[in-house]
């Protein structure tokens, strides 16, 4: 049944460590990928401050997640958006995330921030947020602090580079999946791709391999197949019902 639902997809697909996006489907997860989840934890203040592992599931070679949010075995398509008539349109830019990013200036770093990759994890709000201290990240706690809160971003939108060098600096992730639950906001949140996994539409155009990204799995996003934090107001949760 599954196999028939993406006939689409090529042999290919199901061999090599990547991500397919099928039209009007769901994402196909190759490679023997990790599947586990990944839990928004905040200080004191409510404010994120890092992630908790969640459950691990069982590996599998080749698994297939669902992206119009409406399956009953969430993460997992159920053929949910064959019966709804899901329009999952990719809308979003095949540029580079530099092409879309704008950049402030610090005296130790500069930030290169790219807002329509945004997921609302919120962890960059922190002690006055990254902004204010990327502009005073001369000072060695300020900079640390704006990396750390850069490198929590799980969407990728912001990178934080270092100013002499101009290198990013990027947390160092191994190739993963993640299903990430935000308790803060008391909503499910997106698919997060972790170590530069490859993502291909469902034209078989590639878009941009990145460290991280993150994925629409509520249905609502406008910058599909991305996520743009819409799950938030959308109040999205993963319950089988």
């Given at each position: 049944?599954?196999?028939?639902?993406?006939?689409?997809?090529?042999?290919?697909?199901?061999?090599?460590?990547?991500?397919?996006?099928?039209?009007?489907?769901?994402?196909?997860?190759?490679?023997?990928?990790p599947l586990v989840r990944e839990i928004i934890a905040a200080g004191?203040?409510?404010?994120?401050?890092?992630?908790?592992?969640?459950?691990?599931?069982?590996?599998?070679?080749?698994?297939?997640?669902?992206?119009?949010?409406?399956?009953?075995?969430?993460?997992?398509?159920?053929?949910?958006?064959?019966?709804?008539?899901?329009?999952?349109?990719?809308?979003?830019?095949?540029?580079?995330?530099?092409?879309?990013?704008?950049?402030?200036?610090?005296?130790?770093?500069?930030?290169?921030?790219?807002?329509?990759?945004?997921?609302?994890?919120?962890?960059?709000?922190?002690?006055?947020?990254?902004?204010?201290?990327?502009?005073?990240?001369?000072?060695?706690?300020?900079?640390?602090?704006?990396?750390?809160?850069?490198?929590?971003?799980?969407?990728?939108?912001?990178?934080?580079?270092?100013?002499?060098?101009?290198?990013?600096?990027?947390?160092?992730?191994?190739?993963?999946?993640?299903?990430?639950?935000?308790?803060?906001?008391?909503?499910?949140?997106?698919?997060?791709?972790?170590?530069?996994?490859?993502?291909?539409?469902?034209?078989?155009?590639?878009?941009?391999?990145?460290?991280?990204?993150?994925?629409?799995?509520?249905?609502?996003?406008?910058?599909?197949?991305?996520?743009?934090?819409?799950?938030?107001?959308?109040?999205?949760?993963?319950?089988?019902?």
């Open positions: 049944m599954a196999k028939k639902k993406n006939s689409k997809v090529s042999k290919a697909a199901f061999k090599a460590a990547k991500v397919v996006i099928t039209k009007n489907g769901p994402y196909v997860v190759s490679g023997n990928l004191s203040d409510g404010i994120p401050v890092k992630w908790k592992k969640g459950a691990n599931y069982p590996r599998q070679e080749t698994y297939v997640l669902c992206r119009c949010g409406k399956s009953k075995n969430k993460p997992f398509c159920d053929h949910s958006h064959a019966e709804l008539g899901f329009n999952g349109t990719e809308t979003a830019s095949k540029k580079k995330f530099l092409e879309q990013a704008g950049r402030l200036d610090g005296p130790g770093l500069f930030l290169a921030d790219a807002k329509v990759f945004c997921a609302g994890a919120d962890f960059c709000y922190g002690a006055g947020g990254v902004w204010k201290l990327t502009l005073d990240s001369g000072n060695p706690r300020s900079r640390k602090l704006a990396i750390q809160e850069a490198c929590n971003c799980p969407s990728g939108r912001l990178v934080a580079r270092d100013k002499k060098t101009g290198k990013s600096i990027e947390p160092k992730l191994k190739q993963a999946v993640s299903i990430v639950e935000d308790p803060v906001q008391k909503v499910s949140g997106p698919i997060w791709l972790k170590g530069g996994i490859p993502l291909e539409s469902d034209s078989g155009r590639k878009y941009e391999t990145r460290n991280r990204c993150t994925l629409c799995r509520c249905g609502y996003s406008t910058n599909k197949p991305f996520c743009d934090g819409t799950h938030i107001s959308a109040r999205f949760k993963d319950e089988k019902k």
